[in-house]
């Protein structure tokens, strides 16, 4: 009788679920059904983030380290910002809100407080050394992105002093590097997704003023497909040594998700070429729908600061990653799937004005990317092969 109570309670509890997991996704599909859903997130992260700098830093787990929480404090930011831009490009009446809403993020990536986490690893302000050869790639990288967001809806000329230092530093900082890639911390490989967002930063400025960095866009894009290919699955490699050399180190889901969003913004033919073959390598249609972290062995569970909790194989943060190029691609039924496979993990919580996921409340950045993801489109009108 107990394990007959047990067994009708665990059933009940999944039948609610799954309701739950119905209502909640019911308006999915298009983003017209997805307007509200999409807003009433950016309002929650509107109320996370735009705040004051030290505010954000806290929002982000303690447990992590200081560095960690400087990197996810400005990824929420900065993907926030893609998300932002997005909205506008999809509901052009939200557009000067977006405006208004990214020039706040921007402030905040400036301040002291979130340059800190790269100043600590390279012992120099990434601001105030733009004429030194360190790399500092990831925070001026990020920035650089941010700023073309908010020219690409519209923002004035408030920030193109520094757009076009940072841009012309981290040009100039590639040309003296042995393999056109930066480093994101010294020491360490050269992490292809953080590459990409110096690669997506040139390109934007380039589409967005004369066209200055074409060349070596086209250059390491070159490079990417003939020298940095995976010849298992043909996914870009995940990691680079410094010298542009081959490292003994796997191609991860999430981060060739990343990659395949990363490079919607610099090569479509490219990017599309890309996931497909993360749908060919990684793609998991078990009990759920999902990215799995590893294409040459099995991990039911496991934990990454990457990829998050690895949950039955599945990726937490390449599902989530590869909603991105789904949504651009219109691969409409895989993204529903992706969506659906987020909110049964995730658990949507509705306020007054606002939506976000449970999970929100552990890790904000995981909400701000998953925002990004789902409204992914086109920023300028050829998003199309540089030349």
């Known amino acids: 009788m107990i394990i007959l109570k047990i067994i009708i309670v665990i059933a009940v509890i999944f039948a609610l679920k799954w309701l739950w997991v119905a209502i909640s996704t019911s308006g999915q599909g298009s983003f017209d059904g997805e307007k509200s859903e999409i807003l009433r997130r950016r309002n ?3 109320g996370k983030l735009i705040t004051s ?12 380290g200081s560095q960690f929480k ?47 986490y790269d100043a600590d690893r390279w012992d120099e302000d990434p601001l105030e050394s733009l004429d030194s050869e360190r790399s500092h ?10 700023i073309s967001g908010y020219k690409a809806v519209g923002g004035g000329d408030k920030y193109d002093g520094v757009y076009c230092q940072i841009c012309n530093t981290l040009s100039r900082r590639m040309r003296n590097s042995p393999s056109l890639n930066l480093e994101t911390y010294p020491g360490e490989p050269i992490y292809v997704p953080d590459m990409l967002v110096t690669i997506v930063a040139l390109s934007n400025f380039s ?37 542009g050399t081959e490292m003994s180190a ?28 993360l749908k060919k390598h990684f793609y998991k249609n ?37 909603i991105g190029p789904a949504t651009y691609f219109n691969d409409s039924d895989f993204r529903i799937h992706l969506l659906r496979t987020a909110e049964i993990f995730g658990s949507t919580i509705r306020g007054r004005n606002t939506n976000h996921y449970l999970l929100a409340n552990l890790a904000l950045v995981g909400e701000a990317i998953a925002l990004a993801m789902r409204t992914s489109v086109p920023w300028f009108s050829e998003n199309n092969n540089n030349s």
């Open 53 to 64: 700098p030290v505010a954000v830093l806290n929002e982000m787990p303690d447990g992590i």
């Open 250 to 277: 796997p191609v991860r889901g999430s981060y060739s998700a990343l990659i395949c969003y990363y490079l919607t913004f610099v090569d479509e033919d490219f990017a599309k070429r890309q996931y497909e073959l």
């Open 70 to 116: 400087g990197e996810w404090a400005i990824y929420s930011c900065s993907m926030f910002t893609a998300a932002l831009v997005n909205i506008a490009k999809l509901y052009p009446e939200e557009n000067e809100k977006s405006v208004e809403q990214i020039e706040r993020l921007i402030e905040i990536v400036m301040s002291q407080e979130f340059r800190r």
């Open 137 to 146: 790639m990831s925070y001026l990288s990020i920035l650089a992105w941010m």
């Open 286 to 322: 078990n009990l759920f729908t999902g990215i799995s972290e590893y294409n040459d062995r099995s991990c039911m569970f496991g934990m990454d600061i990457d990829s998050g909790p690895i949950l039955f194989s599945l990726s937490p943060s390449g599902t989530a990653f590869a």
């Open 44 to 46: 929650y992260l509107a």
């Open 207 to 243: 589409r967005q003023c004369d066209g200055r960095y074409n060349s070596i866009i086209k250059e390491w894009v070159e490079k990417a497909k003939t020298q940095w290919i995976d010849k298992e699955t043909g996914l870009l490699k995940s990691f680079l040594s410094y010298d």
